[in-house]
């Protein structure tokens, strides 16, 4: 089941195919969780209607000011292009 190091433990990669040292996956997943405020249900654990709505509202909301700002910057840039011509 899967690669082993010298000491019998797993080899686990990422998604490109990195070596993920001990410890540094739950890191990442630490720091997802502290930003997004958000924690993925465990295995065996029932979904969480509330925690899944609250996530989806956020994520949504983060990507309209995102959208928001980009709109803005390509305004300004239309303005001052219209302006200086």
């Not at 000491?7 to 502290?34: D, Q």
């Not at 969480?48 to 309209?64: G, I, L, Q």
């Amino acid at each position: 089941m899967g690669q082993r190091d010298s000491l019998g433990n797993i080899i686990k990669k990422n998604e490109s195919g990195v070596r993920i040292k001990k410890g540094e996956k739950m890191e990442a997943y630490k720091k997802w969780t502290k930003k997004n405020k958000i924690k993925i249900q465990g295995l065996g654990e029932i979904e969480n209607k509330t925690v899944v709505d609250n996530a989806s509202t956020f994520f949504n909301e983060r990507r309209k000011k995102k959208n928001e700002q980009n709109l803005s910057k390509i305004l300004i840039k239309l303005i001052t292009y219209l302006i200086s011509h």
